[in-house]
Nanobody, 131 residues
């Protein structure tokens, strides 16, 4: 059985930082790619960043470059999303998702942050801003 469990969301002020975690279980490292998506109220779920568990190759959506960084710790079965200089527009539910049997360089493609490519999803973690 494969599972993904997100954690690390919270309430913060503009300009703050947050590190989200995605604990994965049951996946082979080879060929598995894990990505972060976010969904604001009334908007479609959009891709943020992705990473190959074995290769470490990663991709990031252009709007997230410079503020968001993805990393993985295979010893802890965890993928992190470090988010800095957060803005109210970054509020929403953040999900991690996994897809398997992907080639080594796949995280460098645009498909890597496309939600249609992912089969397994976590339950999400909320990021919100205090007024």
């Amino acid at each position: 059985q494969v599972t993904l469990v997100e954690s690390g969301g919270g309430l913060l002020q503009p300009g703050g930082s947050l590190r989200l975690s995605c604990k994965f279980s049951g996946f082979r490292l080879d060929g598995t790619v894990i990505a972060w998506f976010r969904q604001a109220p009334g908007y479609q779920r959009e891709g943020v960043s992705c990473i190959g568990l074995s290769s470490g190759n990663s991709g990031v959506t252009p709007w997230a470059q410079g503020r968001f960084a993805i990393s993985r710790d295979n010893a802890e079965n965890t993928v992190h999303l470090q988010m800095d200089h957060l803005r109210p527009g970054d509020a929403g539910v953040y999900y991690c998702a996994a897809t398997t049997n992907k080639p080594w360089a796949w995280p460098h493609t645009r498909q890597c942050t496309s939600r249609q490519e992912y089969e397994t999803w976590g339950q999400g973690t909320q990021v919100a801003f205090s007024s």
